[in-house]
């Protein structure tokens, strides 16, 4: 017997939305991430892109647990002198929640080429509607 491993052209790439509403950040973004892998399908090849498109609505309605909505903090630096910036989680969902979602899923996808391209596949929305009715996408509910 012999292996399969799936080509990028040969891949059947489905879309799903996901609804944010009351979800933890981490349970969310971990089955996202899995979904963006391909790690649902039969045919997964770790060093492939097998997965498919996700939709995130309602981004501003996510769930953090304890205490991580004040005491967590966003921290980045911009490579100068005194650059180093932090905010904390309610004022990020507050004012960028497709960030908050879309950093949580991009921190579980490979730190490489394939990764990258991945992270591309995920759509975040802070409402309810989302340009891509067109696709047809399927409803893809989240294990709690």
Same mark, same amino acid.
């Given at each position: 017997?012999?292996?399969?491993?799936?080509?990028? $052209?040969? *891949?059947?790439?489905?879309?799903?939305?996901? #609804?944010?509403? #009351?979800?933890?950040?981490?349970? +969310?973004?971990?089955?996202?991430?899995?979904?963006?892998?391909?790690?649902? %399908?039969?045919?997964?090849?770790?060093?492939?892109?097998? /997965?498919?498109? *996700?939709? *995130?609505?309602?981004?501003?309605? !996510? %769930? +953090?647990? /304890?205490?991580?909505?004040? /005491? %967590? +903090?966003? &921290?980045?630096?911009? /490579?100068?002198?005194?650059?180093?910036?932090?905010?904390?989680?309610?004022?990020?969902?507050?004012?960028?929640?497709?960030?908050? !979602?879309?950093?949580?899923?991009?921190?579980? +996808?490979?730190?490489?080429?394939?990764?990258?391209?991945? $992270?591309?596949?995920?759509?975040?929305?802070?409402?309810?509607?989302?340009?891509?009715?067109? &696709? %047809?996408?399927?409803?893809?509910? *989240?294990?709690?």
């Amino acid at each position: 017997m012999t292996t399969y491993m799936a080509k990028a $052209g040969e *891949v059947d790439r489905k879309w799903w939305v996901v #609804d944010a509403t #009351d979800i933890p950040l981490g349970r +969310l973004a971990s089955n996202v991430a899995s979904v963006l892998r391909g790690k649902h %399908k039969p045919t997964y090849t770790p060093h492939a892109d097998a /997965g498919d498109f *996700v939709i *995130v609505v309602n981004a501003d309605k !996510i %769930k +953090l647990t /304890g205490n991580k909505l004040t /005491g %967590k +903090l966003y &921290q980045h630096h911009s /490579g100068k002198v005194g650059g180093f910036k932090e905010r904390p989680y309610d004022w990020m969902i507050e004012n960028r929640p497709e960030f908050v !979602i879309a950093r949580a899923v991009r921190g579980m +996808l490979p730190k490489n080429r394939l990764g990258r391209k991945l $992270g591309t596949k995920l759509k975040v929305y802070s409402g309810a509607t989302h340009p891509h009715a067109a &696709q %047809k996408p399927e409803a893809l509910s *989240v294990t709690l």
